[in-house]
């Protein structure tokens, strides 16, 4: 009986999850609406432009392609924002400019921050090994 009921609860938000991205397959006239399916959009959006339809469809196909956009890494953040998980995509984008640091002392200090904020043992954003929870 006790295995069951976490077995229960992550089919469960499995199913929620799928039902909240069926929306864009399911109504693809108004999918620039329905891409924040959230009452609080953050304010960034309201100066960002948003994406023409067409290259909003892209985004279920190539995560790339919504990062690079603003309103798409906005939506993405506000996304994982209220599955509390939005440590996990600010580790990544500042994975990414690490990337493109060229001066060895820059990339020393840039690594210690993050390490100290990500990575460390009761880190602020701590981020962990995936498949550990």
Do not use: H
């Amino acid at each position: 009986m006790c295995y069951s009921i976490p077995l229960y609860i992550s089919s469960f938000r499995a199913k929620e999850i799928k039902i909240k991205l069926g929306i864009l397959l399911q109504k693809p006239d108004s999918a620039l609406d329905l891409i924040i399916p959230y009452n609080e959009k953050p304010e960034k959006l309201a100066k960002t432009q948003k994406p023409s339809l067409d290259e909003a469809l892209q985004w279920r196909d190539s995560l790339d392609k919504l990062l690079q956009n603003n309103y798409g890494l906005a939506s993405f953040k506000s996304f994982l924002k209220s599955e509390f998980s939005e440590e996990n995509l600010e580790f990544w984008i500042v994975c990414e400019d690490y990337k493109k640091i060229k001066s060895p002392v820059k990339m020393a200090e840039k690594a210690k921050q993050i390490y100290e904020e990500f990575i460390q043992t009761e880190a602020p954003k701590e981020v962990g090994p995936v498949g550990l929870v």
